[in-house]
């Protein structure tokens, strides 16, 4: 009997041992994931910048995000539109990162770069691209805090991803969430190439041009869309596309892209090319019955 008790007393200590074991195993993972978490804001923080948007009454901002904008009086008491979003450096001199339709045509009205330590400066504009919604402005300074860009073609659906931005004019915020999905297109009414990164890292107007990162806090996506003002559904142009771009808007201001344009039409569904093919059309209508059915007509090909 003493035996027996004495068993059941040593299986319970080796039990409550592998428990409390595992309690510390599972502390120490979370605390290293907590210190991880940390880490990517620490590293990314400090090269992302706050960009305002100084437009006058009678300038256009249907492209700018809904709910960030606050109006002002200008010096000569007429009125001003002041909007905010986000965007980050790239070079330790001064070139930022961000989506084309946080600054649009504004060099006439003002573009203010505000840093993480407080400073401000005014910013000029280098290059926008419409197409991809990317633009590059340049702040007069030196040996700033940079950014280090990843591989977006490497991340993987399921891994976590990081956003840093200015939701509602709330400076620096950090979310957390994963990649939901990757080579999302059709989301907006562009006919311009699109192939997004999906999170539901929180994105909210003000996040726009502003990094998406990865756990090791290299940047693999510049957020510009929120689907319908859902949140979770946060998009986030691929950062090995956002690099190309912004390369050549530094070295030329603008992007060259090479264009394809094909329009496959056939002779039976119009008859503008009926009149100019006659002979192709009696030939074909008299092989009708031996050819294989057509496929739906391509619309067209563009090459990026």
Known sequence: MKVRVLAAFLAIGVVGSAFAQNAATSGALVR???????????KVAPAVVVIEVKRSSDASLSGLPEGTGVLLRGPDGAPTQTNQGSGFLISSDGYILTNDHVVGDAARDGITVRLK??????ASLIGLDDKSDLAVIKIDAKDLPTVELGDSDSAKVGQFAFAIGAPFELPYTFTVGVISAKGRTNLTDSRSYEEYIQTDASINPGNSGGPLCDIDGRVIGVNTLIYRMNRGLGFAIPINLAQQVGDQLISTGRVSRPWLGIEIVGIEESEALQRYFPDLKRESSSTALHQAPQHPAATCARVT
């Open 32 to 42: 290293q994931l907590n210190d991880a978490f940390a880490s990517v804001y620490e």
């Open 117 to 122: 330590d407080g400073r401000k400066f005014p």
